[in-house]
């Protein structure tokens, strides 16, 4: 089962988040075989991290839930809130098989909140610049929730257009970059 995992950081968090840099690694580091996309979101500046997006495959809705709430930035309080999803892989491939590569171009992490029917459950035609892509599921896997997308785009404008704007009650665009050790 594929889970989509957004954790916010609490303001202030910088330090923290900092000196926990290789803890956090490590963790993940354990679950480098189920990962299919991760890394940090960022402020407008680019610089300052206001999250970590981590896309996992993972046994079952128990594992997914200690795999969000034992990373090292949550327990130790670095973290506001955790939006933990099932999540479908609707591209069939992880972050490291995107064509563009970890560097180049803006990049993004696009969250439509849903309201009412499913939308955009079908992968729009310029796959080649999209990185994850797939609908934000309920527990057990049936009920559409949303849409969570990494992609590389021009501008935060052209991210959000990836989504069509009058079914989601929400969409967030944040700036996002590959994670993991380099």
Sequence with gaps: MEYFCYHRDRPGSVTLREELLEEHWSYMDGYAKELIARGPTFAEDGETPT????????????????????????????????????????????????????TGGNRYLVLGLGSGEAADLVVPPDRDELIAYGPLLSDDGVTWLGTAVLLRAPAPDTARAVLTPERYADIEVHDWEFGGRR
Excluded: C, K
């Design 51 to 102: 999250g970590s997006v981590h896309i996992v495959d993972l046994p079952d809705p128990a594992a997914a839930r200690a795999f969000a709430f034992d990373e090292p930035n949550y327990q130790a309080g670095a973290y506001r809130d955790v939006l933990l999803r099932r999540w479908r892989n609707l591209l069939g491939r992880t972050m490291w098989d995107f064509p563009g590569g970890r």
